[in-house]
T-cell receptor
């Protein structure tokens, strides 16, 4: 079990550019979650998938944010037309819905928009 | 939505001291987790504890679900315990869905 992995670990982009982050969950975990964490705050939920179905997306911050999990394995989070306010740590987590709901987090992708 | 409050917000300890961190939540929960966020931002799972008491080495946690609070105990603190401790809950109305995090307790352990 290699844990949740995220790539890239760091991303610096210019305002107005599009960025895409990837998350690989723990194998056999059927739920995958995206969170955002700004400096000095706790993580904030964005969206989640069960297998390939996106079950909650109303918390995505704007229509510039979108996420996919096309084959129920890895997921991508895309931010279009980035703004300086998008600078944050983007965290991915996964869990196996069965007897418990414990979520395990990846190391995060730190985004800086200049 | 559910409110999660953690106290104290900041804590400075001398190495070897004990401490208690508190998490209050405003509604019933079916998941409560404690995390330690290291300086690189990684959230490390400490406890999955929607109710009851658990212990892992120098750390232990107790959740009293009927009174809507959880406590994290750190005994004989070490400098490596420094970092931010988060409590996160999943309200009963949204089983297995999103976690709502508290604001964290920032712990510094001095040698």
């Amino acid at each position: 079990d290699t844990g949740v992995s995220q790539n890239p670990r760091h991303k610096i982009t210019k305002r107005g550019q599009n960025v895409t982050f990837r998350c690989d969950p723990i194998s056999e975990h059927n739920r995958l979650y995206w969170y955002r964490q700004t400096l000095g705050q706790g993580p904030e939920f964005l969206t989640y998938f069960q297998n390939e179905a996106q079950l909650e997306k109303s918390r995505l911050l704007s229509d510039r944010f979108s996420a996919e999990r096309p084959k129920g394995s890895f997921s991508t989070l895309e931010i279009q037309r980035t703004e300086q306010g998008d600078s944050a740590m983007y965290l991915c987590a996964s869990s196996f819905i069965g007897l418990a709901y414990e979520q395990y987090f990846g190391p995060g992708t730190r985004l800086t928009v200049t | 939505g559910i409110q999660v409050e953690q106290s104290p917000p900041d804590l400075i300890l001398q190495e070897g001291a004990n401490s208690t961190l508190r998490c209050n939540f405003s509604d019933s929960v079916n998941n409560l987790q404690w995390f330690h966020q290291n300086p690189w931002g990684q959230l490390i799972n400490l406890f999955y504890i929607p109710s009851g008491t658990k212990q892992n080495g120098r750390l232990s946690a107790t959740t009293v679900a009927t009174e809507r609070y959880s406590l994290l105990y750190i005994s004989s603190s070490q400098t490596t315990d420094s970092g931010v401790y988060f409590c996160a809950v999943d309200p009963s109305s949204n089983a297995g869905n999103m976690l709502t995090f508290g604001g964290g307790t920032r712990l510094m352990v001095k040698p």
